[in-house]
């Protein structure tokens, strides 16, 4: 079995260093000055007309059946993803990681798979990167080995070249999914419960201030989407992100999008700088798609001052790890401020947080739904509403585990009724709460 895999991945990177041979020989024919007087279509028809003349002839070597597929590679080449283009095409895949020219990994349900995808050699992947950075006005070489930019289908691209990456470049890409993920959806795939959704999306109609936490691809941008879904149409919204990936569907949305420095090291506008301004653009509500740093800040004076249901992300492994981190934040944002007065200011800011995990299992829960209730003694007050306790693993790698209402009703009831939003109080009744009806949809 091993030599087997051997002998297919021997084949499969001959195969990848023939293409990138006649790829050069296609770029050494084309004669630019008549292939700037073509339209796309014309240019595109003559590449490929091109490509199957030398896939045909008889030094290359290749039999019918591989002759297509090689065509098919090098229009990939010139105008795609190259290798990675059946990846890029998946719509199960939300990771692509590149190792180095004869690795490559996805991330499918969750969990990472090894693929048998590579490339003719570091030269080849290093072509590719440099040419997806170009299209994203960005640069990487020697003198600037490292980048992290946008792709033209939102989907966000990371890579380290040598010398910082020591075995080779390093491609990350983090799919860009044009289908929003519905709560519907969610519950269906059993990431929440169907009355956590229900609470949820009273919360956001009431006007909480809700902070999202959670790992790296556990799921916070889109329960963030799906939480706005429930933002009333009348409100006014600024979303503020370093990468745009939010999908609001208001007609009162201004999106914003930070601009990392160029190659000078200067023109960068920050999320802080963009929160900062849109103080000024009559938000009824800021949703700041992740807090990294000293934002944090503006974003807490926004909610304390009259931006009501204002939602934000923050990377953490708890709730009160959340809390932790956003006065971490804090401290970054330059103003020194006593501990017990931080905790105070983001008590009074926070009403509800969310916690999501990504389980050993690839799954995705909701884990916690939690009040923050204040700070008494310099400590936090925190109440969870709903809990996830899995309690093993079955036979088919699926985790065994159920969603519990605790009992305990938030002090923020009062709250949302006093802006019109009554929430029945039958929704809290401590208890086991079970999978949700074909037909379920939140209301």
């Not at 470049?169 to 969610?186: C, G, H, N, V």
Request: charge should be negative.
């Amino acid at each position: 079995m091993i030599a087997e895999n051997t002998r297919r991945a021997d084949s499969r990177q001959a195969f990848q260093q023939l293409k990138t041979r006649l790829h050069r020989r296609m770029v050494d024919a084309i004669d630019m000055s008549k292939a700037g007087q073509l339209s796309e279509d014309q240019l595109r028809d003559q590449l490929r007309a091109l490509a199957t003349h030398l896939c045909s002839m008889d030094a290359v070597k290749l039999d019918p059946a591989d002759r297509e597929v090689m065509v098919r590679e090098i229009m990939d080449e010139i105008y795609g993803y190259g290798p990675l283009e059946p990846l890029m095409n998946d719509p199960e895949v939300t990771d692509i990681l590149v190792n180095g020219a004869g690795t490559v990994f996805v991330e499918k349900g969750g969990l990472l798979q090894k693929t048998d995808i590579r490339f003719a050699d570091d030269e080849h992947l290093i072509s590719l990167i440099q040419k997806l950075v170009g299209r994203a006005g960005r640069r990487i070489d020697e003198v600037s080995p490292m980048v992290d930019c946008k792709l033209p289908d939102g989907s966000r691209l990371n890579a380290v070249i040598p010398p910082l990456a020591l075995r080779g470049p390093t491609l990350s890409i983090r799919r860009f999914t044009r289908k929003a993920l519905l709560f519907e959806d969610m519950v269906q795939l059993g990431s929440l419960a169907p009355e956590m959704a229900e609470f949820l999306a009273m919360a956001v109609r009431g006007r909480l201030n809700m902070i999202i936490s959670g790992g790296t691809g556990a799921g916070k941008t889109t329960m963030l989407n799906c939480v706005s879904r429930f933002v009333p149409p009348t409100e006014r919204v600024i979303t503020i992100e370093q990468t745009a990936e939010l999908q609001l569907q208001q007609p009162d949305v201004v999106s914003m999008e930070w601009r990392p420095a160029n190659v000078e090291g200067r023109g960068e506008i920050t999320q802080r700088d963009l929160l900062k301004n849109s103080l000024r653009m009559r938000p009824d509500r800021i949703i700041v798609g992740e807090c990294r740093g000293g934002e944090v800040l503006d974003m807490l004076q926004a909610m304390n001052t009259g931006h009501d249901g204002s939602m934000s992300t923050v990377h953490a492994n708890d709730t009160r790890d959340a809390l932790d981190r956003l006065e971490l934040m804090v401290a970054l944002g330059g103003v020194e401020l006593p501990t017990m007065i931080a905790r105070q200011y983001i008590a009074s800011a926070v009403h509800i947080l969310v916690h999501i995990t990504r389980l050993s299992t690839g799954e995705r829960k909701v884990t916690r739904i939690s009040e923050l209730c204040g700070c008494r003694d310099g400590a936090y007050t925190i109440e969870d509403i709903f809990v996830y306790r899995m309690s093993g693993i079955d036979a088919n790698n699926r985790a065994i585990g159920a969603f519990y209402a605790t009992g305990y009703e938030p002090v923020a009831l009062s709250r949302m009724a006093s802006v019109g939003h009554q929430v029945p109080r039958d929704l809290f009744v401590p208890r086991e709460l079970g999978p949700a009806a074909d037909d379920f949809s939140v209301r």
